[in-house]
């Protein structure tokens, strides 16, 4: 019996706006999140996202 493994990338994104907090998951290691809008699903603001440093994309 073996295992196969699958790598996900998970983002945690946090609202400026009211601070509510997901996140946001890809199966691709070169996802980048930045591109794109997004819209807070709490207060329904909508932005793009910046990458904090420790990030390293
Ligand atoms: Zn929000």
């Known amino acids: ?3 196969t ?3 996900e990338y998970l983002f945690h ?6 601070k509510f907090y997901w996140t ?3 199966m ?8 794109g809008d997004y819209i807070c699903p709490n207060c329904g603001v909508k932005g793009r996202i910046d990458l904090a440093d420790e990030v390293g994309m």
């Open 1 to 3: 019996m073996s295992f």
């Open 5 to 7: 493994a699958h790598a």
């Open 13 to 18: 994104i946090t609202c400026e706006n009211c």
């Open 24 to 26: 946001y998951a890809s």
């Open 28 to 35: 691709q290691k070169a996802f980048d999140i930045r591109k």
